[in-house]
């Protein structure tokens, strides 16, 4: 149909989060930025994973019900690539084509993972107290980052 194939043909802009926006918006308060990406990560891994659950057992209240948590997470912070991507699996849940729903899905794992590293890589350019405010899954997010990067400054 044209809607699906509307849905396929999309070009993802590479931007993935507008974080000089999140910054006015929190008028440049560093603590709830932090804290709103933080939250973000958090949010996204849960929906992420009621996604993929929600394929695998094609269940699509799942689907649409993760998808809107998701859409949410990820307008909070500006992550207008991944809004649209989560409305489009939203829509997509009425046309009930579990394959183009699954692509959309692996869409979302792309952009989730992007998203992140652009946050991680942000979040390490804080000072250690703001970032040891963070929750313990994002402190341990950064863990292997920074150990990668020790390695590579070693040999």
């Known amino acids: 149909s044209e809607n699906e194939k509307a849905l396929s043909n999309r070009q993802l802009e590479p931007s993935q989060f507008d974080l000089p926006k999140l910054k006015s918006v929190f008028e440049m308060d560093m603590n709830l930025t932090l ?8 949010d996204s891994q849960h929906a992420l994973s009621r996604l993929t659950k929600g394929l695998e057992t094609r269940d699509l209240k799942t689907i649409k019900q993760a998808a809107k948590k998701l859409q949410g997470a990820a307008s909070y912070i500006y992550a207008n690539d991944l809004t649209y991507v989560c409305d489009n699996i939203a829509l997509g849940c009425s046309y009930t084509d579990f394959s183009i729903l699954s692509m959309l899905i ?3 794992e792309n952009l989730r993972q992007k998203i992140i590293s652009e946050i991680l890589d942000f979040i390490q350019e804080n000072p250690e107290e703001q970032i040891n405010e963070l929750s313990p899954a994002v402190i341990a997010l950064l863990q292997p980052a920074e150990q990668e990067q020790i390695e590579v400054r070693t040999l």
Do not use: N
């Not at 804290?35 to 958090?42: S, T, Y």
């Open 35 to 42: 804290e709103a990406l933080d939250l973000f990560i958090q």
């Open 106 to 108: 692996g869409e979302v």
